[in-house]
């Protein structure tokens, strides 16, 4: 598990994510700590099992 900080794409708050870099791709909803609106959450790993990337974006938009 590795830690990465990302904006809510809401409140534009920065909140801290824990992402198992053990999945190579994964995408899933996460309620953001500060103001509760669910965020889209998608991220890739590397072969290596670094993180490539990390979008967060409103479910509903």
């Known amino acids: 598990m590795e830690e990465h900080d990302i904006s ?9 994510l824990l992402i198992d870099c053990s999945v190579e791709q994964q995408q899933y909803t996460e309620d953001c700590q500060v103001c509760c609106s669910p965020i889209l959450i998608a991220v890739e790993i590397s072969p290596e099992g670094l993180i490539s990337s990390v979008t967060a974006e409103q479910e509903n938009g």
């Open 8 to 16: 809510c794409p809401f409140c534009g708050e920065t909140i801290g």
